[in-house]
């Protein structure tokens, strides 16, 4: 390159600097090609990363735009069932409560008294609840939980953007588009209302990354990495890591019996990675795995209901509840409450599109393994037996072949459905980008043209804001900490209606004290009757009173109250170590609170509840 020289006559020669100097009769002189390169270079820079960056605002923008009833009031609304984002912020506030009183974070004491709950096999977000139990401890479990929601989506939706554009396609407005699909289409959206652990997906591209990387060679390093990617993985979703490494193995597989060729060298390299992988996560999880399966709490296998949650035969070319779709034509009606297990519900129009897509770039051999693995894996989410239009058949599925295996035992079908959202991110994002790549048709044409398509194909699946009531204050008698006057060491709380899904009250309650409140019962997976390596159920074995507060919550009616009844009702107060009982107020607890007086004699009006000392009993 030619360069001026300070006293010289020379005109023609641009400055070191790479920018562009003028002649003395002021016309520019012509940069050379090598400064024509690096200055195209520069602005092909500049254009990716302001491409980058308004990628990365339209994911945080969408995922605010669709917790934003939450967001406009508060500390005043919730879900319009809440029940699992109750357990969800219980978990969060958990975590911060081990941390700070030297307890172990596996093993959650305070739940469930005496016998505890096993907390790795539960969803207890322990990848989020520990690195952020001081935003917990300062500013309490629901305002983690919300955070946790909005970087959950925006990062499941940024984590596909940087995987599709530094990896797969040039085009960043390809790599946007099916980062849309891998972060907000409903198996994302459809959890911003309940599960964190769920929403939060922005691991599972950096997983098939670093598996792949694998066949590159260098075994230990990137075994190590993906190994760091596993372990967390564990503390934040289990489950979700099952499923990403059954759908890589299958996409390998795939590809492998198609290009034997390609394979065969790279055998030797990904054994030795997934080797270091196993051995390096194994050390680090050994504990963990050991307290699921084998220690208090631990259970085999899951309840027969599991099994009920399971994609309809006609789910995946079918709107989301809460889609821009079903709004609309729900428009004037009362709104439906935001479904959690809608693992496809991508709607006919994406479907008509991926469909055409498919067809158009079946010599594609990735393309072909993506979409066996997310048509296989869909027709595994229907369960067994089969559900057509929302009417169950007695035809058995093919996930009845599955469902009595390790691991498949505890998992609800619907969620395998997750794997075709995956396997549709890449394969629509080298479809818009060899679209783009067509020519015949003037850039402008060929760019309206695709706009048009990728809006009426995305636009009704798109995930609305959630649905949400009214948030019940936290009784003053809670929130000041008066209760702690009734309760000592070892002692416990029994808070009526019983936490279960669909009665929150004392969920809410005693994640509101920083998990400080000891509570005799809990909403919770834990082995059938209390006994260790039984099949899953949701909450403790029930005790026989139980049974009476049962009749009360769910008929709302006062259940016949016996002298043995009493008895009974005081025996199962020394089991749970009770001290203290309390009861909400309203007219809808009128028949709970009548139960307890029935049982225990009259309670006590304070303090924004009703409660009854029984330390004496």
Known sequence: MLTGTAGQDDTTAPATTGRIVR??????????????????????????????LLALGSFLLGALFIVAPILAHYGRR????????AQAEYFLAWSAHAITHGENPLHIVQYNFPLGVNGMANTTVLGFGIPLAPITLLFGPQVTFDLLIVLGIAGTAAAWYWLLSRHLVTSRTAAWVGALVGGFAPTVASHASYHPNLVAQFLVPLLAWRTFKLLEGRPVRNGLILAALVVYQVF??????????????????LYAVQRRDRVRAAIRPLAAGLGVTAGASLVVLAYPLYFQFLGPGAYHGGDKYMTTFRMDVLGLTSYGSNSVAERLRRFGEPPAPLGAEEHGFLGWTLVLLLVALVVWQWHDVLIRSLAITGLGFQVLAWGSPLQFQGRNTHVPGPFWLLQHLPLFDTLLPTRLGEV???????????????LLELGGLPVRTRRLFLGTVLVAALLPAAP????????????????????????????????????????????YWTGSTGADMKVSHGYFLGPADGVDGHHAVAGPAPRPTDRLFAEAMYYNRVPTVTDADRAQARTDLAYW???????????????????????????THTGGLWMWDVRNS
């Open 236 to 253: 934040i979703n289990e489950e979700t890591l099952f499923l990403a490494a059954l759908a890589i193995a299958v996409v390998l597989a």
């Open 78 to 85: 919730m879900p319009i069932s809440p029940g699992d984002r």
């Open 23 to 52: 002649q003395r009769d002021g016309a520019p002189a012509r940069p050379t090609s090598e400064e024509s390169d690096s200055i195209a270079d520069n602005t092909t820079r500049r254009t990716s990363r302001r491409a980058d």
């Open 577 to 603: 170590h009770t001290s203290l009982i309390l009861a909400p107020e309203g007219a809808q607890w009128s028949a709970v609170r009548t139960t307890l007086t029935e049982l225990y004699g009259p309670g």
């Open 420 to 434: 075709t959202n995956w396997a549709v991110v890449p394969i629509l994002a080298l479809g818009v980008q060899r």
């Open 464 to 507: 609305m804001p959630i649905k949400v009531v009214n948030r019940t204050p936290i009784p003053a008698f809670v929130s000041a900490g008066t209760w702690k006057q009734y309760v000592g060491a070892d002692r416990t709380v029994l808070i009526v209606p019983l936490p279960q899904w669909d009665f929150t009250t004392a969920i």
